[in-house]
T-cell receptor
Framework: DTGVSQDPRHKITKRGQNVTFRCDPI?????LYWYRQTLGQGPEFLTY????????KSRLLSDRFSAERPKGSFSTLEIQRTEQGDSAMYLC???????????FGPGTRLTVT | SQQGEEDPQALSIQEGENATMNCSYK?????LQWYRQNSGRGLVHLIL?????REKHSGRLRVTLDTSKKSSSLLITASRAADTASYFC?????????FGSGTRLQVQP
């Protein structure tokens, strides 16, 4: 399967715990995006990378959130001191720099209890 | 915040009928894209229309764009039960995509 993969698919954690999600983009894609989606809403942009450089971060990305993309390959999204409001689907997407279509992974569903 | 707003929020039709969804947005765009999402899954790209285009077709899909009204429509012809999903418009203004809140389409067999 050469699509975008995300791990884990589901994560249940207690409030205050840290969680980390991983995204493996399509191998030749140099752009990688993170979005968050809550029930009944469309995805909301969090941050994106071009190769290893993090080019933009949304206001939604509080200090508790950090994302990395070492070596411009896979990416991780960490949430520290999780809150119940962090419960959502976290989606990763990738694309070529010079194309506009984004290819989405299946998402990681986070539940904070 | 969501830039686009889809209308209707939910749509239920019979198999074989056409489904039309509308999207309005607020700012200037480079292109507008439509995505489909099956329940609990990731999004699948359907079609992209650039700001200098007015209409585009792909299989059973027809997309129109009116930049003067900042609106777009997605028409799915001869719908099938497998078209049941949520449909989102997304605008590209040179950064990451900004999605609307989606139209939930139910196609009854």
């Amino acid at each position: 399967d050469t699509g975008v993969s995300q791990d884990p698919r589901h994560k249940i954690t207690k409030r205050g715990q840290n969680v980390t999600f991983r995204c493996d983009p399509i191998s030749e894609h140099n752009r990688l995006y993170w979005y968050r989606q809550t029930l009944g809403q469309g995805p909301e942009f969090l941050t994106y990378f071009q190769n290893e450089a993090q080019l933009e971060k949304s206001r939604l990305l509080s200090d508790r959130f950090s994302a990395e993309r070492p070596k411009g390959s896979f990416s991780t999204l960490e949430i520290q001191r999780t809150e119940q409001g962090d419960s959502a689907m976290y989606l990763c997407a990738s694309s070529w720099k010079n194309t506009d279509e984004q290819y989405f992974g299946p998402g990681t569903r986070l539940t904070v209890t | 915040s969501q830039q686009g707003e889809e209308d209707p929020q939910a749509l239920s039709i019979q198999e074989g009928e056409n489904a039309t969804m509308n999207c309005s947005y607020k700012t200037s765009i480079n292109n507008l894209q439509w995505y489909r999402q099956n329940s609990g899954r990731g999004l699948v790209h359907l079609i992209l229309i650039r700001s200098n285009e007015r209409e585009k077709h792909s299989g059973r899909l027809r997309v129109t764009l009116d930049t003067s009204k900042k609106s777009s429509s997605l028409l799915i012809t001869a719908s099938r039960a497998a078209d049941t999903a949520s449909y989102f418009c997304a605008t590209d203004a040179g950064r990451a995509l900004t999605f609307g809140s989606g139209t939930r389409l139910q196609v009854q067999p």
